[in-house]
């Protein structure tokens, strides 16, 4: 791991870059879902908390080049957004956040192999 500098939605940040790469997460918050919906995001390697009022936190983590731009990290994160809406069989995302360049690995296993390798070398 090697740690640079950026600018991230205008604000000065360090950033754990991993062969050029740095983790990016999307977390998008869906409500009315049924236990298909969640057991099917599961089963996609979504991370997905539920709630008592039948809404989720569901969240997608992927190494992206550390030097995206912001327009294209924001991109990256709408499509994500769109296909998390797409597998809940049309449930709006009523919010969402992003986050890019953390060193923790708490998401990691919400990546494809291929991305989880990248942090080994």
């Known amino acids: 791991m090697e740690l640079k500098k950026r600018m991230l939605a205008g604000d000065p940040c360090t950033v754990?870059?991993?062969?050029?790469?740095?983790?990016?997460l999307v977390t998008g918050c869906l409500y009315r879902t049924s236990p298909c919906i969640v057991a099917a995001l599961n089963r996609l390697g979504y991370g997905v908390q539920s709630y008592r009022d039948h809404s989720l936190?569901?969240?997608i983590q992927t190494m992206v080049p550390w030097d995206l731009s912001d327009s294209e990290l924001e991109e990256a994160c709408d499509n994500a957004l769109n296909r998390m809406e797409q597998l809940s069989g049309g449930a709006q995302i009523s919010s969402s956040a992003w986050y890019?360049?953390?060193s923790k690995s708490r998401w990691d296993w919400a990546m494809s192999p291929a991305d989880q390798a990248l942090l080994e070398g």
């Open 100 to 102: 890019a360049g953390q």
């Open 16 to 24: 754990a870059v991993y062969n050029g790469k740095m983790r990016f």
């Open 57 to 59: 936190d569901v969240s």
